[in-house]
């Protein structure tokens, strides 16, 4: 498989069969799950993950609980803000660091603390706006942005700096296009983004690129507005990366605090109002979908929090695919050159593998991994991506999605698996039959996305 999410050096895999061998793995997996008694697990029941550095140990965790409201309200960490409490404003945003499971690489996300459920950090590392820094030695970011006026109100600089951040620990020295794409997920509704804009793109390694100010606007002003063309970026910008020295970044340290945790294995927290699963494989998952077939099954949370915060929707049980291997297959079947996307390949991830894929120049299928791009690119934001995954979207069945329309047109499959059964391959045309009504019985789950 391709190194994972984050991974600025995706290895693109075309391996022989790999459809063949998936539906093999899952058919496995599906036999050893009907002979595996749910009970007889022996799950952790105590969170353990890492936070701006020190290790957090959570034993009576409440699995309805979200991150944010743990950071704020049981270590008193407020500079994470609560804004819109549905992930669209990136008031809440921190970064959480993995060890990605196929490259064993440490991977950055910036995330929506408002939406991540407490349970999804466990066996992570947290790194908050208090955690990168001071008044009195703050890191580079919130110092630029302090500097060149990035803050008015200071509501949303907290996300604002932990976007910027994140993507600096995934990319040293990003273009003008990264930064850019950075804050997608962030909204500031004082500073009309300029400021913020120059202060980031200080940091970007094609910098000089900026356009500098058209004849009669040198100085930020002109007399006659007539002589200031049709200038596209104020004349602040150039006057900005000329003033600002480049400085060394530190290094992230999340990588030497994950090895401080020690959490591996199938997880469950039980809390008063709702059971937490996060089981490691296939076969643990598939017994678990057929012992609770009214468990919710969840990834990112981005619509299950939706429902739960604002619908008051009840799900006593939530059912975690996040860890379980066999779903982040990411690859090429040679045989017939299909995009093999597992149950839990993150939007993200997805989207740079895309991006790597089309800058091969041996790429035979440009033409359908271009729609796939330029849809993901208009889907949600930054922080919705790196959590969200396309088989949770599909099974959402919402009429407004993104991406079903483009995969019924590039003729998808998808392969379901259950407890004891076959696996099974259904087209994305025939598996919508109405409103929230899919061809899916309880006991399955999706697999892998075929295109």
Same mark, same amino acid.
């Given at each position: 498989?391709?190194?994972?999410?984050?991974?600025?050096?995706?290895?693109?895999?075309?391996?022989?069969?790999?459809?063949?061998?998936?539906?093999?793995?899952?058919?496995?997996?599906?036999?050893?799950?009907?002979?595996?008694?749910?009970?007889?697990?022996?799950?952790?029941?105590?969170?353990?993950?890492?936070?701006?550095?020190?290790?957090?140990?959570?034993?009576?965790?409440?699995?309805?609980?979200?991150?944010?409201?743990?950071?704020?309200?049981?270590?008193?960490?407020?500079?994470?803000?609560?804004?819109?409490?549905?992930?669209?404003?990136?008031?809440?945003?921190?970064?959480?660091?993995?060890?990605?499971?196929?490259?064993?690489?440490?991977?950055?996300?910036?995330?929506?603390?408002?939406?991540?459920?407490?349970?999804?950090?466990?066996?992570?590392?947290?790194?908050?706006?208090?955690?990168?820094?001071?008044?009195?030695?703050?890191?580079?970011?919130?110092?630029?942005?302090?500097?060149?006026?990035?803050?008015?109100?200071?509501?949303?600089?907290?996300?604002?700096?932990?976007?910027?951040?994140?993507?600096?620990?995934?990319?040293?020295?990003?273009?003008?296009?990264?930064?850019?794409?950075?804050?997608?997920?962030?909204?500031?509704?004082?500073?009309?983004?300029?400021?913020?804009?120059?202060?980031?793109?200080?940091?970007?390694?094609?910098?000089?690129?900026?356009?500098?100010?058209?004849? !009669?606007?040198?100085?930020?002003?002109? =007399?006659?507005?007539? @002589?200031?063309?049709?200038?596209? $970026?104020?004349? &602040? +910008?150039? /006057?900005?990366?000329?003033?600002?020295?480049?400085?060394?970044?530190?290094?992230?340290?999340?990588?030497?605090?994950?090895?401080?945790?020690?959490?591996?294995?199938?997880?469950?927290?039980?809390?008063?109002?709702?059971?937490?699963?996060?089981?490691?494989?296939?076969?643990?998952?598939?017994?678990?979908?057929?012992?609770?077939?009214?468990?919710?099954?969840?990834? !990112?949370?981005?619509?299950?929090?939706? =429902?739960?915060?604002? @619908?008051?929707?009840?799900?006593? $049980?939530?059912? &975690? +695919?996040? /860890?379980?291997?066999?779903?982040?297959?990411?690859?090429?079947?040679?045989?017939?050159?299909?995009?093999?996307?597992?149950?839990?390949?993150?939007?993200?991830?997805?989207?740079?593998?895309?991006?790597?894929?089309?800058?091969?120049?041996?790429?035979?299928?440009?033409?359908?991994?271009?729609?796939?791009?330029?849809?993901?690119?208009?889907?949600?934001?930054?922080?919705?991506?790196?959590?969200?995954?396309?088989?949770?979207?599909?099974?959402?069945?919402?009429?407004?999605?993104?991406?079903?329309?483009?995969?019924?047109?590039?003729?998808?499959?998808?392969?379901?698996?259950?407890?004891?059964?076959?696996?099974?391959?259904?087209?994305?045309?025939?598996?919508?039959?109405?409103?929230?009504?899919?061809?899916?019985?309880?006991?399955?789950?999706?697999?892998?996305?075929?295109?």
């Amino acid at each position: 498989m391709p190194e994972g999410l984050g991974s600025e050096h995706i290895a693109l895999t075309m391996t022989d069969s790999l459809c063949s061998e998936f539906i093999g793995h899952a058919s496995a997996a599906a036999k050893r799950a009907a002979a595996l008694q749910v009970d007889s697990i022996a799950w952790r029941t105590k969170l353990e993950f890492v936070v701006n550095g020190r290790p957090t140990f959570v034993e009576d965790a409440q699995p309805h609980h979200t991150l944010l409201w743990f950071l704020r309200e049981r270590l008193g960490l407020t500079g994470t803000k609560l804004g819109c409490g549905e992930g669209g404003c990136g008031a809440c945003t921190v970064t959480v660091s993995q060890v990605e499971q196929s490259s064993k690489a440490v991977v950055h996300r910036a995330v929506n603390a408002c939406l991540a459920p407490l349970c999804s950090v466990d066996g992570c590392a947290v790194t908050t706006v208090e955690g990168i820094g001071t008044t009195q030695a703050p890191h580079p970011v919130q110092q630029r942005i302090a500097e060149l006026h990035g803050s008015q109100c200071g509501f949303c600089t907290p996300g604002i700096v932990m976007s910027l951040y994140t993507t600096l620990c995934r990319t040293p020295q990003p273009t003008l296009a990264d930064i850019e794409s950075t804050f997608d997920g962030n909204l500031c509704r004082c500073t009309g983004y300029r400021p913020i804009l120059d202060a980031a793109k200080t940091f970007a390694r094609d910098k000089p690129k900026c356009p500098s100010a058209p004849e !009669g606007f040198e100085h930020g002003k002109s =007399e006659d507005p007539l @002589k200031e063309g049709d200038a596209r $970026v104020c004349g &602040s +910008t150039s /006057a900005t990366l000329a003033a600002t020295l480049s400085s060394e970044l530190p290094k992230p340290c999340a990588a030497e605090a994950l090895q401080a945790v020690t959490a591996t294995g199938p997880l469950k927290v039980t809390g008063g109002k709702v059971t937490w699963y996060r089981p490691p494989d296939l076969a643990t998952l598939l017994a678990l979908r057929l012992a609770e077939p009214k468990g919710k099954l969840v990834a !990112g949370n981005t619509e299950v929090g939706i =429902e739960t915060k604002f @619908k008051h929707c009840e799900y006593p $049980v939530m059912i &975690s +695919t996040a /860890a379980v291997r066999e779903l982040h297959v990411l690859g090429f079947d040679a045989t017939d050159g299909s995009l093999m996307i597992g149950g839990a390949v993150s939007l993200s991830r997805l989207e740079h593998f895309l991006e790597a894929a089309l800058a091969e120049p041996s790429c035979r299928s440009g033409g359908r991994l271009k729609a796939m791009l330029d849809m993901l690119r208009w889907f949600a934001s930054a922080q919705i991506r790196n959590v969200a995954v396309l088989a949770g979207n599909i099974a959402t069945a919402s009429p407004i999605s993104d991406m079903n329309p483009v995969l019924m047109a590039l003729g998808a499959s998808l392969v379901l698996s259950s407890s004891g059964a076959e696996p099974r391959e259904v087209l994305m045309r025939d598996f919508f039959k109405s409103y929230r009504v899919v061809d899916m019985q309880p006991s399955e789950i999706i697999c892998c996305i075929k295109v």
